[in-house]
């Protein structure tokens, strides 16, 4: 038993958010190894553990990040370029994401409201138009920047397990930022960064049987305004699935 009430363990996990910008100060390998020691605080299935973590920081975060930048660039030039050009581009495929297609694709219609919204409340604090598509372009390169923060996390899951595996992953995750945030550390979980599995692994020794889920920045935030945007959060009854009437 512990002395933490269920008021206090609300009001500390509604406390966390997503930084989107970091000071340079670095993280200890100490404070890096108890917040994954926390994430492995979570209920696994069968115990399995069946995801994998690669600590990027130092020289191979930053070779990370301009191999990342890079590769953007070459996807915004290749707008609004011709025929020739892309078929270039499909042949070389430098830009193109190899490995989790999806995240590139528009969000389902029932999902689609809510990503709208997140993004025209965010850009708006940063006074970003919808019109301005280079102010656009380049909050987003923010992301191959990992926002600036000195380590970022890539976590791997087993293929074996699919969907099950991502679940775990999921839990290892939240365990994870809620450690990071009781320390005072910010984070900021990836998807961005997860169209690039091969860079990653160019950087790790991963085994085949895993894939790359997402990436999460981690460091200490700045003041930077950005780091002021709370995301409006879900009422319970949003998410919870009606009982069928029975006739």
């Given at each position: 038993m512990t002395n933490f009430s269920g008021t206090d363990f609300s009001n500390f996990a509604a406390s966390r958010h997503s930084t989107r910008d970091f000071v340079s100060a670095p993280v200890h390998p100490e404070i890096i190894e108890a917040i994954i020691a926390d994430g492995?605080?979570?209920?696994?299935?069968?115990?399995?553990?069946?995801?994998?973590?690669?600590?990027?920081?130092?020289?191979?975060?930053?070779?990370l990040s301009v191999e990342f930048l890079n590769r953007w660039d070459a996807v915004k030039k290749l707008r609004?370029?011709?025929?020739?050009?892309?078929?270039?581009?499909?042949?070389?495929?430098?830009?193109?994401?190899?490995?989790?297609?999806?995240?590139?694709?528009?969000?389902?219609?029932?999902?689609?409201?809510r990503a709208q919204r997140i993004g025209k409340e965010l850009y708006g604090l940063m006074g970003i138009e919808r019109s301005d598509k280079a102010a656009r372009d380049a909050a987003w390169s923010r992301n191959y920047e990992f926002f600036d923060a000195p380590v970022e996390l890539f976590v791997f899951t087993h293929k074996s397990l699919g969907k099950f595996a991502a679940s775990d992953a999921g839990l290892f995750i939240q365990n994870l930022m809620l450690g990071a945030h009781a320390r005072g550390l910010g984070t900021c979980a990836q998807g961005a960064v997860a169209i690039w599995e091969d860079a990653v692994r160019a950087e790790f020794d991963v085994p085949?049987?895993?894939?790359?889920?997402?990436?999460?920045?981690?460091?200490?935030?700045?003041?930077?305004?950005?780091?002021?945007?709370?995301?409006?959060?879900?009422?319970?009854?949003?998410?919870?699935?009606?009982?069928?009437?029975?006739?």
């Open positions: 492995l605080t979570a209920p696994s299935w069968s115990n399995t553990r069946p995801f994998m973590v690669a600590v990027a920081s130092g020289e191979t975060r930053d070779r609004g370029e011709g025929l020739g050009a892309k078929l270039k581009a499909a042949f070389n495929r430098y830009g193109l994401p190899t490995s989790n297609w999806l995240i590139s694709k528009p969000y389902h219609s029932d999902l689609a409201p085949a049987e895993y894939s790359l889920l997402c990436g999460i920045a981690l460091g200490y935030p700045s003041d930077d305004k950005v780091n002021s945007f709370r995301a409006n959060r879900l009422n319970p009854s949003d998410i919870t699935v009606p009982v069928r009437t029975k006739a």
